[in-house]
């Protein structure tokens, strides 16, 4: 609800946290505590505070007794947590990530992606730019569909990856197991609902066998 175009960056730094889709062009300290305690130095917290934020953020990212270790020596998965914890230490209240698991395996997104849960007992949002399609059908709330800047769809997981048509229209796919359900009941008739989530098809199957 608020206009931020007449807004420096300097105005939003304390409400608008951004992590980096490449982590490495976001560390700059020689260690893991310093890197968390940078972005809050430059807001001005207090010496205590930080300690206190640096414990508790690396406790929530699951990087404790890492905070003399240099970030260049973790790996993928560890440096993008390293890298959302040095935001979550500056408490905005939005925290923007650009596509946070691009470059990692998959233990690294589910690393990522768990700690991205947390966000939320902070009285965060988090939006998050991704194509992780599976990923985003079990953690997120709700998703915004963007088609040359235009808003196509905004709703849930479940509102959103229902429409199928309109999401192959722009060469989008929902998650593998709605394409499945979708074919199903296209060429064999057989109707499964349109789970989301390998855990509501495994459920959706089981009630059709025992049918």
């Known amino acids: 609800g608020q206009d931020i175009s007449p807004l420096s960056v300097g105005d939003m730094a304390d409400k608008v946290g951004f992590v980096f889709q490449e982590p490495e062009n976001q560390l700059s300290q020689m260690t893991v505590e ?13 010496r205590e505070e930080m300690k206190y934020r640096i414990q508790e953020t690396l406790k929530q990212v699951g990087l404790e007794g890492f905070e003399k270790r240099s970030p260049l020596a973790l790996s993928g998965g560890q440096q993008q947590r390293l890298a959302i914890a040095s935001v979550m230490a500056m408490r905005p209240s939005i925290m923007i990530m650009d596509e946070p698991t691009s470059m990692l395996d998959p233990r690294g ?3 990522v992606y768990d700690v991205l849960r947390k966000i939320k007992t902070y009285g965060m949002t988090g939006i998050i730019i991704d194509h992780e399609v599976e990923r985003m059908a079990s953690y ?3 998703i915004l569909v963007l088609d040359d800047g235009e808003v196509i769809m905004f709703g849930t997981p479940k509102e959103v990856f229902s429409e199928l048509t309109l999401l192959h229209e722009m060469e989008m796919n929902a998650p593998q197991v709605t ?3 979708d074919r199903l009941r296209k060429e064999l008739q057989i109707d499964v609902g349109s789970p989301i989530t390998v855990e509501e098809a495994v459920k959706a199957f089981q009630i059709v066998s025992i049918k």
């Open 34 to 46: 310093e890197e968390i305690a940078f972005g809050m130095g430059n807001l001005g917290i207090s």
């Open 109 to 111: 997104k589910n690393e």
């Open 140 to 142: 997120c709330d709700k």
């Open 179 to 181: 394409e499945l359900a």
